[in-house]
């Protein structure tokens, strides 16, 4: 074959190539939607229990997915969670925003709820959500649920 | 009485020597390839050769392998009422195992065996010895070309590989199935990070493309110089990639994705 056909064959197998890279990544994976997030602001959060928050886990407002987790650390002087979240800088919250952790569906992925609150001042970078509500755990509800249980026994 | 420990203690040299020049074998080849690129003619007739030539068998086993993957993952999923979830299931197994792993496999037996054959053949033909007769280095004028087209094909093929399998997913499990082509789409958006998940596996292609394509010099530069020493290199040359790159795959899953 000669030298342009070979040319033409191989640019076209590499262009391919990066099309299916392109592809993978803005179609099946979620660089467009995190692109998007590129320009952040960051606050902190703190629970008593985050149950199954995961890092990179969604956060929602009116279920609009407004930011990220970014990371989750445990204080070990309050033995809390830390969380901190990345919060798309389009959306600006009040400072009495409130967070909660919530699941998608029955027993699906845990993401962060923001419910905003009234205050005219906004939260800012490094700014702290002051109200939180732990994750639901199972187990905790099931032992709650057997120990009223047990008290309504007692008391027949 | 001494023979037999001065016995072990020489094959365990002999092997640790081995070891020692396969490493300076790498490296030599490594920078070879680099320079190698400032003749780009070559690399890139090697890349036809290679790449063009592994292309059908590459995109056709990636749309059987996602029509596999639609059928046996739509039907474990059913029983747990969560079939929207295919999308991500088999964008997820292709991106971060199959494409990489099956595409090292298929790339070693289509590409990695001509490799050997050729380059076994030139030494069984004497070419290799003209050619340092000449004052040519075979390393450099045959060996390096072929390695850096191989580095270059295998991370592009296994992307192929991901992409076709995907859209094979599609096809069963949208198409033929019936499972919602929003949901398919957006959980699978929702599953699949794009620096985690897919940079993972590009990486892990490239790091199979060194493998295959070093393992299949190697073994085709080191051939016995007859037919049979040619044709035991290509076998080995299936064998020892095809190992090499299952068990990196294990090492590397491990670093990748053991934290979350």
């Known amino acids: 074959m000669d030298r342009k056909g070979v040319d033409v064959l191989v640019g076209l197998f590499v262009l391919l190539g990066f099309a299916a890279l392109i592809f993978l990544a803005m179609r099946a994976g979620n660089m467009s939607s995190s692109v998007g997030l590129n320009d952040t602001y960051s606050v902190s959060a703190r629970f008593d229990n985050i149950g199954g928050l995961k890092p990179r886990a969604a956060v929602r407002s009116a279920g609009v997915v407004v930011g990220r987790v970014a990371s989750v650390t445990l204080d070990s002087n309050s033995y809390e969670a830390v969380v901190l979240i990345d919060i798309d800088r389009r959306y600006r919250f009040p400072k009495d925003t409130s967070a909660k952790i919530l699941t998608a569906g029955l027993l699906g992925e845990q993401y962060i709820g923001l419910e905003p609150g009234g205050d005219t001042a906004h939260l800012e970078s490094g700014g702290r959500i002051a109200l939180t509500q732990s994750a639901v755990v199972l187990e905790n509800i099931i032992g709650q649920m057997l120990y009223s249980r047990a008290a309504e026994g007692d008391r027949k | ?260």
């Open chain 2, 1 to 260: 009485m001494i023979k037999g420990p001065a016995r072990v203690l020489r094959a365990t040299a002999e092997a640790v020597s081995r070891v020692g020049y396969g490493t300076r074998f790498f490296l030599r080849l490594c920078g070879l390839a680099l320079a190698g690129l400032r003749r780009p003619r070559l690399v890139i007739d090697q890349i036809h050769f290679i790449g063009n030539h592994s292309l059908s068998i590459i995109l056709v086993s990636g749309l059987l392998i996602g029509f596999v993957l639609g059928l046996q993952g739509y039907y474990t999923l059913r029983r747990y009422g969560s079939e929207e979830a295919l999308g991500l299931l088999v964008t997820l197994s292709l991106v971060r195992e199959l494409g990489p792993v099956v595409t090292a496999l298929l790339f070693a037996g289509r590409a990695g065996t001509s490799l050997t054959a050729e380059v076994g053949l030139m030494k069984a033909g004497e070419q290799i010895d003209a050619m340092e007769m000449m004052a040519v280095d075979p390393v450099a004028r045959v060996l390096a070309p072929r390695f850096a087209a191989a580095l270059i094909c295998m991370p592009l093929l296994a992307a192929l590989f991901s992409a076709l399998g995907v859209l094979g997913g599609y096809v069963v499990g949208v198409e033929m199935i019936g499972v919602d082509a929003g949901a398919f789409w957006s959980q699978m958006q929702g599953g699949v990070d794009w620096l985690l998940d897919v940079g993972n596996g590009v990486l892990k292609s490239v790091v199979f493309g060194f493998t295959v394509a070093f393992v299949a010099l190697y073994v085709g530069y080191h051939a016995e110089a007859t037919p049979e020493g040619v044709s035991r290199a290509t076998t080995s040359t299936v064998v020892v990639a095809s190992l090499a790159v299952l068990g990196l795959d294990f090492i590397l899953t491990a670093l990748m994705f053991s934290s979350n």
